[in-house]
């Protein structure tokens, strides 16, 4: 049994994934800090206890970072995408007051960031890891934050930006970026093909469906997977084309969060296409919702 830490900011697509990452590591001792980006700290926290409590009670909880390394925020929250709590006010009913949290940063060998890569830089810096996927970047596409910038990149592009220039060979990094993330979606269709066979289904059916009706089309019609590939590649890599380069993450002027290669930096493995893009949006489903 491995042990696994999760950095997200649960978000919907954030739930999705972390559903995704229980249903394919149901025994791995994992501890899911909670971040800000898709809101803040106190309502993203919020999400991650209920999810705990709703769906895998035996994971530990910790608060992560409430601002960037900076101090200064530099977005505004993404309502427009989660809603102002991050959820579109489709919570589980659950009690969330015996979660006792960590203090202290988990000594995890594997890790998965699925937002801001503040703690990231915090866990490289104190604790350590060997291995990590990181779900954020963009380098062939317009980012969804800016023109230039993917949402956690943008968010905290200093801390991206040490990381990537500092972290040493002996660790293990794969990047997930909306090069790919577009290419995996849900249509309302699929959505409403959700059996109503358990409480987590209803809760998640219920969600998409809420975000249907909400979200302004106009930028995308379909539900991407973005976060859900990261943990299904972080599981089968073989669904990916990874390219091998080192990355910089700019942090001056009007391209301040860009991602771009660099040969200068330690070498990651970057996922640049899929293979059969269509199934694997098939394949998150089936195992999502399988009873």
Known sequence: MKNLTVISDPGIDDLIALVLLKKLESKTNTCLISTFGNATENITAQNAKEFISFVSPKWQFMHGSSMPINNNLEHPW????????GVWGIHPEVNISKIRPLTEYPKNESVISLATLTDVNKLHKNNGFKNIIIMGGAFSVE?????????????????????????SS???????PLDVTRKVYWTLD????IPESGKINKWIKKLLLTWFDKYDHDKEKDFNLHDPLAVYLSM??????????????KIKGVKRGQTVFNSSNTSCEIAMDLEKSSNISGDIFSIVFQN
């Open 236 to 249: 089968f890599p073989d669904k990916a084309k990874w390219y091998s380069s080192g990355v910089e993450v």
């Open 78 to 85: 993404p309502d427009y995408f989660h809603g102002p709590d």
């Open 170 to 176: 002996n660790i293990r990094v794969k990047i997930v």
């Open 143 to 167: 980012g969804n934050e800016t023109q230039y910038a993917e949402t956690n990149i943008a968010f905290d592009p200093d801390s991206a930006h040490n990381f990537f220039e500092q972290f």
């Open 190 to 193: 699929q959505v409403l093909k």
